[in-house]
């Protein structure tokens, strides 16, 4: 029996809706820490891993990649969601083989994603061999052997695919894609090609760099902060005390996103006393309430209300820089000057004297900051918002100078580090030349493919092996039902995990789970402890060492994993040293140090407490682009073609979720309890198509004259702009089709999905 690709429909009459919060963390995200802390692992195990997440001689957080302060960190330096991450990890429940025993796949596969993620953390190496209802415990070196014997069978190592999730470490990542590109292919997709793949396509070509430009002490020292496309409130939670802090040194801030998000109405901190019984910080200072997918629109507006204040003699251009930094100006001022305004306004949905005052801000400042998240990287268009936020701060000379720069926020913590130390199905050359003369062997100079390519290369058979460190691919991808058929269409499907998820469920002919630490959990090689190290957005490295005993004595690190994998497939066909390598992870940053030029005395830096800044060019106004100069980039309007009754839908993430992982069903900041399948519209839309709040709607996605469907959704009326929906990732992902992506960057386009809805057979309540 094939297990069904898709969580779960719910009982609708189960979700309870109240009113959006008003201010978020304050008293309800101390008690929603505690509550899941203590839920999951207790009063003792509780108070060791939250005194250690994020401190300089403990572990780092397992969800987002916001920093940490390079000073005096706090007793409880970690956010409500930071709490529920290391919960969610830290639990005393397990998944056992008796567990496995007792549910068929297609048993587990009926339960939801936080009912799987509340079976525990697996504790044994599992096989489902071809044609079995269930998994089986299997030993480590009959796992390895199976993975071996698959990949040494195909005929190209391009059939292979190896993916890798941003929680990986900086020493699993490198000794990983060593492991892939002596196996002979570069086929290393990974979470940032859904992610910020879009924002490192756009800063390379503008700036010279794929990463941002700004730290924490930027953030201190900006007088304007601009926050697009992100959700701070519920994806970085952490970066509402940060917001904080330069709202009381006098910042700006000026929210830019579809919803208004509780995050950036009002913050109440919860270490001070009058943050929890106040009334907060007001955070966004105004919002811009831009329609979905439309704020290469918004930009250009303020870029012009910018350029025509200039052109009266306001001095609103910063001339000196644009003359001796950047190239471009030209034409980019020409085609804003000649873009009408009705043009912007009618695009954007934004009235033409909201985006002046956003100008008007921008104009003000001499340190501004722009922030962004997947609500600009995961559209077509994805790259040109990026590049128009590029375009604004070189208008303003913003950029490589204290209080000033460009700051995508990064969603999984090692996400950037992965990318850093070489997880890229498109290496650059003198990396390569590095990493084979280094461990002298010639690396396969072909480009892998991304994510996106991964996929359809499973679909259309062309690769036979998945192997996955780390994630849940087929929640965090786009197309659900096309992704479950390619990963079906695998001889092997493996994945290296610490919980069950639906990615162990839809599976290649034969499948493991291979279970390995988390990072709260110590990690003991040789007699010796470890620790790995990770990249946080802000381009710092720093070490992460776990506290906790490990969940199950059957447990692998994942350098372990990578390691054993390798000398198993490879065999006499690699010289490395791997089992000295996974035996001390000081070596394998020796190695990282070689390859990679900014690595150097890595061992001793990365021991300092805090740990080290990686170099960026562009933070001192060197621009590494073919002219040394920071680029101006010009970009069409968006259009979008709708015709009557369609909408453009946008996937967004609850409160209790972070990327994949569901902490529990439901989204107190949206006022959502209960339940997931919801759908966010206007109350004009909906009484345009007559629908009350708790109708049931089936949703259609119509892209490329085909139709998905993503059936029994529950209205929920929401001060969404007129035209838009909301519905959250990852249920609302069988309807982005797979070859909806950004241009430039192959990112699935998530956001601005043509959809239709009609109500569903059911009605919730009558
Ligand atoms: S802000 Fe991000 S990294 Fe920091 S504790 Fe919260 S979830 Fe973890």
Redesign the pocket.
């Known amino acids: 029996m094939t297990a069904n690709a898709l969580p779960p429909e719910e009982d609708l009459s189960a979700i309870e809706i109240s009113d959006p919060a008003s201010a978020a963390a304050g008293i309800g995200g101390v008690l929603a820490s505690f509550r899941h802390a203590l839920t999951e692992m207790g009063v003792r195990r509780s108070l060791k891993t939250l005194t250690s997440i ?1 401190q300089k001689d403990g572990y780092d ?1 397992q ?2 990649a ?1 920093p940490d302060p390079d000073g005096e960190r706090h007793f409880a330096e ?2 409500e ?2 709490a529920k ?1 290391t919960a969610w990890e830290a639990t005393t429940r397990r998944a056992t083989p008796e567990l496995f025993a007792r549910y068929s796949v297609a048993e587990l596969a009926a339960m939801s994603d936080h009912q799987l993620g509340e079976l525990g953390r697996l504790t044994h190496p599992m096989l489902l061999r071809p044609g079995a209802t269930h998994y089986e415990p299997v030993a480590w070196d009959d796992a390895f052997a199976i993975i071996g014997a698959e990949l040494n069978a195909l005929v190209s190592p391009n059939e292979a695919i190896f993916y890798t999730s941003g929680r990986t470490s900086n020493e699993a990542a490198f000794l990983y894609q060593l492991f892939v590109r002596q196996f002979g292919t570069n086929n290393l997709p990974d979470c940032s090609n859904m992610c910020h793949e879009s924002s490192g396509t756009a800063l390379m070509e503008t700036i010279g760099v794929g990463k941002g430009t700004v730290t924490l002490e930027d953030f201190e020292q900006a007088q304007a902060i601009f926050i697009a496309g992100q959700n701070p409130g519920t994806n ?3 970066m509402l005390s940060t917001l904080q802090r330069a709202k009381r040194n006098g910042a700006t801030i000026v929210g830019i996103n579809p919803l208004a998000e509780t995050g950036l109405k009002r913050f109440k901190q919860p270490q001070e006393v009058l943050g929890l019984l106040g009334r907060g910080t007001e955070i966004a200072d105004f919002l811009l309430r831009v329609r979905v997918g439309t704020d290469v629109a918004l930009f250009q507006g303020i870029g012009k209300a910018l350029i025509e204040r200039d052109a009266r003699g306001e001095k609103t251009l910063d001339c000196d820089f644009i003359a001796g930094s950047t190239d471009g100006f030209d034409a980019y001022a020409r085609a804003l000057t000649r873009v009408p305004w009705e043009m912007l306004v009618a695009a954007s949905g934004v009235p033409q004297e909201d985006m002046r005052r956003a100008a008007d801000v921008f104009a003000r400042s001499e340190r501004t900051i722009t922030c962004w998240g997947m609500g600009l990287t995961q559209h077509v268009n994805a790259v040109a918002n990026i590049q128009e936020i590029v375009n604004l701060h070189l208008l303003r000379g913003q950029i490589g100078k204290p209080g000033a720069g460009l700051c995508p926020v990064r969603g999984h ?1 090692n996400v950037q580090g992965d990318r850093t130390v070489g997880i890229w199905e498109r290496p650059r050359p003198e990396f390569l030349d590095r990493l084979g003369a280094v461990f002298d062997f010639t690396p396969p100079r072909d480009h892998g493919v991304d994510t996106v390519g991964a996929i359809r290369a499973m679909h259309a058979g062309a690769a036979k092996v998945f192997f996955a460190l780390g994630g849940n691919f087929l929640q965090a991808t786009p197309d659900t039902e096309y992704v479950a058929t390619a990963l079906r269409r695998c001889r092997l499907t493996a994945h290296v995990s610490i919980k069950p998820n639906r990615a162990h469920l839809v599976t290649g002919e034969r499948a493991l789970i291979l279970p390995c630490l988390g990072r709260s959990e110590r990690d003991v090689q040789v007699g010796r402890q470890q620790f790995v190290t990770t990249e946080n957005s802000m381009t710092i490295v720093q070490a992460s060492r776990g506290v906790l005993e490990p969940a199950s004595a059957h447990l692998l690190s994942e350098p372990a994993i990578v390691a054993r994998l390798a000398r198993t497939t490879l065999g006499s066909r690699s010289g490395v040293a791997w089992e000295e390598l996974a035996g001390d992870y000081d070596r394998i940053r020796d190695a990282i140090e070689r390859v990679i030029p900014s690595f150097e005395r890595y061992n001793e830096r990365v021991r300092a407490p805090g740990g080290f800044h990686l170099p960026n060019p562009a933070r001192e106004r060197r621009f590494l682009t073919a002219t040394g100069k920071a680029r101006f980039t010009v970009h069409a309007l968006p259009a979008f073609r709708l015709t009557p009754g369609q909408l453009l839908l946008t996937t967004v993430r609850a409160h209790d979720q972070f990327n994949t992982t569901i902490y529990a069903p439901s989204d107190r900041y949206r006022g959502v309890h209960g339940g997931r399948r919801v759908i966010f519209l206007h109350p004009d839309d909906m009484r345009e198509r007559d629908l009350a709040a708790e109708t049931a709607v089936d949703i259609t996605s119509h892209h490329g004259g085909e139709e998905r469907h993503a059936r029994n959704f529950r209205v929920v009326p929401y001060d969404v702009p007129r035209g838009c929906a909301a519905a959250y990732f990852p249920e609302a992902n069988v309807l982005v089709p797979h070859d909806h992506v950004a241009a430039g960057s192959n990112t699935p386009a998530s956001k601005a999905i043509v959809i239709t809805v009609r109500r569903a057979t059911a009605t919730v309540r009558s």
């Open positions: 994020n957080c969800s987002c916001w970690f956010c969601n930071g991450a970085h939670p952490r913590s």
